[in-house]
């Protein structure tokens, strides 16, 4: 029969579509998906990617392997009469079923997404001051202050220093305090796999801990005036001890102008704005 | 020449008037003194005045149209009357007209115009990033150019096919001679058209630096070219909530006999899906620009965290607005979609109650996850899992749409003109950007693409992709009934083929690239990306070339090289079709009586050539 040979001839292709792409998807493009394996949150973002791709990956091969199959079987020939197609008005199964699929797929993503979040303690997104997701366990915090147009940070339990640059220790569980002194920023630390708004007025923690070192790229991803551009910076995830010799060093460096610091806050209230030119 | 002519309420008139109110404005503004104001004397920044110009000459502007005469006559005791220059000639299209028909095609060349504004920018935008570093513009210029190019698309595309094609043709396909409220939608097109212009006048007052979603506190701390921002953004609310008024207004009222609800075709059910949306949200977004102004001009503290505001509730309302926005711009594209596959498949459309269940899904929904915007900032974070889900929801909707797509091809015979080449790009792209924005979606997988690339591509993907080749379809599948002459077909494979290959060459990379670290709206980036700009910037601009291959087409075709069409050069089974070609001034002779389903395709009555539809053979339902 015509019909089925319709669907029969869409659904082989998308089954073997889906049969090639798949394995494609599982290995080669799903363990090499951005932001890669250097920090916890990171590795669990590459495995939520992962997961993402392979619950999509049968219905877009259905989508385009049954639009290329109509465009091909279904053309009016070159030349022909017009002439009109069957007066199908819809098709109560295949609606019925396509509502079934779908519903199931947003379902499991949504539950999966909600159980990764947990289970990556926020997989390294800004959780604002009262954090749902949370390591169990010790943490080094760390403060991240936007103001335009630079990030500066502060090591409360090095008293409070603050540094121009950003040095993380590697295995630790680092839990960043991101704020502002003035506009919106946002705190990107690209391959920590951490994104954080700064809000004026607002603590916004977000956990990670690195697995390996090196250096990263900090950004500012929210806009924030003239030179948002040039906001960014390099960060490096050094081994404990490296850590220890730099925290020291910069204690010691800013020593003599640590009494015009204001006291560690997880906020601060600079004077009212007044206009950048 | 008779310059008697020249007098009276015409474009020259209200030129005149705009210019002198807005320095009546601008000059009232300065009259105020206070602390607060004298605070900023020395800046030379007059926020009260330019808002005082630009609200003095719109109002100036629109009575110089003739927008003022109707109400003052109708107070001082004139008799209602209904139309104003209802005839023939080119001069109506200058001019205050309440024509459906004629509104319509202002929409088109207007909207077309500022669209073509803003792709010009975008075109500046890919020259700057053709360099890691090296700047063209300086990164104040920068800026405002991006922000002019969001906001004027997110601005003039909120109308793009409701303005045009829904002004023309839903009264039409309801069967009705006219919107319910014919002043006013004279009016929104009026006030689009001088929102347009003052936007672009920020240029003029230093530009602004928030691109098109203005957060705050930088837009409390930006120059005066913010106020331009404001107030553009306020008339296009504004204008965005009279058209949804009026379209709902006119579906619930003017439908003639025989149109029940089931009967309507599916373009007019995605006008009312949006319109709901725009009726609903755009005061959302007035009010809150109200706000922004107060906050710039009498120093209130609504979003500054230092005097007691907060910079969250702007993002709130802003997103409160500007998800359904985002759908106000979607759900037309899904229309056209729906409405040009019967056509050119020849078949009726398969399941209408899903689509129709699917429109007003997908506007129920955009309500619900706004927050989605705000996944990384901070707020409500214990929150996310349900944005997560209400977004995700959206898909299922959205799956009807795709569906019903799908299933109207089945078994059709597919003729590829050029409408229908851009309905199935609509399909792939608008597919692409439905998958990427599963990643956006998902909280863990949001916290890398938020506010990179990848999500920019996402939305171009959506919104170019999807409502762009939706507008484009539908201008070669219905401007032939608005103007009467063809548009060349050949040009039009050639548009159709460069915009679809080079707009998947721009933005299919530019997912890679945001996903690989790029963030939005900045001027600089990483070396390791420059490759991959390059190539984005270079197929960015074969997609500006392929758009003046459609300018150039859609000129010559229209005004130069004219091949008059007949009525129904599509074969096409709607009303609309059935009507000559342009369509007369009063539609219709009769008010015509429905009696069956808008898509009879193939229905028994002989298969060959029966473009006749059968909606106005059915006798006449007596009205209750």
């Known amino acids: 029969m015509r019909l089925q040979g319709h669907a029969g001839r869409i659904a ?54 049954y639009l290329a199959y109509a465009i091909f079987a279904f053309r009016a020939a070159a030349g022909e009469e017009l002439r009109d197609g069957p007066p199908i008005r819809g098709h109560m199964p295949s609606q019925i079923a396509w509502l ?178 | 020449m ?49 808002f005082l110009a630009y609200l003095v000459g719109l109002i100036g502007f629109l009575s110089g149209l003739g927008f003022a005469s109707y109400p003052i006559q109708r107070l001082l005791g004139k008799p209602p009357s209904l139309r104003e220059k209802e005839t023939a000639g080119t001069g109506r299209y200058f001019t205050l007209c309440t024509d459906h028909k004629v509104v319509g095609m202002q929409y088109l060349i207007g909207i077309g115009a500022f669209i073509f504004v803003g792709g010009l920018n975008a075109m500046l935008i890919r020259f700057e990033l053709l360099s890691p570093t090296k700047q063209t513009f300086n990164a104040n210029n920068y800026l405002t150019i991006v922000g002019l190019h969001g906001t004027m698309m997110m601005g003039m595309m909120t109308s793009g096919i409701l303005g045009p094609f829904a002004n023309y043709f839903l009264p039409i396909m309801i069967g009705a001679r006219r919107m319910a409220f014919p002043r006013i939608e004279a009016l929104t097109f009026w006030l689009l058209m001088v929102a347009g212009v003052i936007l672009m006048t920020t240029v003029g007052y230093g530009g602004f630096p928030t691109g098109w979603t203005g ?142 269940t699917g429109m007003l899904g997908i ?29 995700e929801l959206i898909s299922l909707p959205t799956g009807f749409i795709f569906i019903c797509a799908l299933g109207t091809l089945w078994q059709g015979r597919i003729r590829f003109t050029v409408p229908m080449l851009f309905a199935l790009a609509w399909l792939f792209n608008f597919l692409i950007g439905g998958l990427s924005g599963v990643f956006l979606s998902d909280v863990p997988s949001d916290v890398t693409t938020h506010g990179s690339f990848f999500s920019m591509a996402h939305f171009h993907y959506t919104i170019m992709g999807g409502l762009l080749f939706s507008f484009f379809a539908a201008i070669y599948f219905w401007v032939p009934k608005m103007t009467g002459y063809a548009i060349n077909e050949r040009f039009g494979k050639i548009h159709f083929w460069t915009m679809f290959i080079a707009f998947n060459s721009t933005f299919g990379p530019l997912l890679v690239i945001g996903f690989l670290g790029m963030p939005r709206r900045a001027v600089t980036y990483a070396g390791y990306l ?3 700009n390059t190539w984005v910037s270079i197929s960015a601009f074969f997609l500006g070339g392929s758009m003046l291959v459609f300018v150039g087409n859609f000129v010559w075709s229209q005004v130069f090289a004219r091949v008059p069409v007949g009525a129904n050069p599509w074969a096409s089974k709607s009303i609309e079709w059935q009507l000559p070609s342009p369509v007369p001034v ?29 909606v106005v053979t059915a006798p006449a339902r007596p009205r209750p």
């Not at chain 1, 082989?12 to 290995?27: E, K």
């Not at chain 1, 060093?249 to 015009?260: D, L, M």
């Not at chain 2, 030129?15 to 800046?43: E, K, M, N, R």
């Open chain 1, 12 to 65: 082989a292709l998308t089954v073997v579509g889906t049969a090639i792409v798949l394995p494609l998807v599982i290995f080669v493009l799903g363990p090499n998906m951005p932001p890669g394996h250097r920090t916890t949150g990171a590795s669990s973002q590459v495995n939520d990617n992962t997961v993402l791709l392979v619950v999509m990956t049968p219905f877009t091969v259905f989508i385009l392997a």
């Open chain 1, 100 to 277: 079934v699929v779908t519903s199931a797929a947003v379902l499991f993503l949504a539950i999966f997404g909600t159980a990764e979040l947990f289970a990556s303690n926020g997989a390294g997104g800004g959780e604002g001051p009262k954090p749902i997701a949370k390591p169990s366990g010790p943490v080094l915090p760390v403060q991240v202050i936007g103001q335009q147009w630079e990030f500066t940070f502060r090591y409360p339990t090095y008293g409070g220093v603050e540094t121009a640059e950003l040095v993380l220790p590697v295995n630790r569980q680092i839990e960043f305090h991101v704020t502002s002194l003035d506009v919106i920023h946002s705190f990107w630390a690209y391959e920590l796999g951490v994104k954080a708004d700064a809000n004026p007025g607002v603590d916004n923690v977000a956990y990670v801990k690195a697995t390996k070192t090196g250096d990263f790229q900090i950004r500012c991803a929210e806009l924030c005036g003239l030179w948002h551009g040039y906001m960014f910076d390099t960060g490096h995830v050094v081994d404990a001890a490296q850590f220890d010799t730099w925290i020291a060093g910069e204690r010691k460096q800013f020593t003599p102008v640590e009494k015009y610091l204001p006291r560690y806050s997880v906020t601060y209230s600079p004077d009212p704005q007044v206009r950048a030119g």
């Open chain 2, 2 to 50: 008779n310059f008697r002519r020249l007098l009276g309420y015409n474009l020259l008139t209200a030129f005149v008037l705009g210019i002198v109110g807005f320095y009546v404005g601008w000059w009232l503004g300065h009259q105020f003194s206070g602390p607060s104001i004298a605070y900023f004397a020395d800046t030379g920044q007059n926020d009260i005045a330019l």
């Open chain 2, 215 to 356: 957060y705050a506190p930088l837009n409390d701390q930006a120059n005066m070219g913010m106020d331009s921002y404001i107030v553009f953004f306020a008339l296009v609310g504004l204008s965005m909530s009279l058209l949804g008024l009026n379209m709902i207004a006119t579906v619930v009222t003017m439908r003639a006999p025989g149109m029940a609800w089931g009967r309507l075709p599916i373009f007019v059910w995605s006008v009312i899906a949006t319109s709901v949306l725009m009726l609903l949200a755009a005061p959302v977004l007035i009010s809150t620009l109200l706000m922004v102004a107060l906050d710039r001009t009498a120093q209130t503290g609504f979003f500054n965290a230092q005097a007691g505001g907060s910079p969250y509730l702007y993002q709130n309302l802003f997103w409160i607005f500007g998800h359904p926005e985002v759908y106000i711009l979607a759900l037309p594209g899904m229309g056209i979609l729906l409405e040009i596959l019967p056509v050119f498949a020849r078949k009726p459309l398969w399941g209408y109650r899903l689509a129709v």
């Open chain 2, 363 to 391: 506007s129920l929904l955009s309500w619900l996850v706004w927050q989605h915007h705000l996944f990384v900032s901070g707020i409500n974070a214990d929150l996310r899992p349900f944005y997560m889900l209400s977004t």
């Open chain 2, 530 to 532: 420059h490759g991959g």
């Open chain 2, 586 to 614: 009063h539609n219709f002779d009769r008010i015509p009586t429905f009696g069956a389903d808008p898509y009879p395709y193939g229905d028994g009555d002989g298969a060959g050539d029966s473009t006749a539809p059968r």
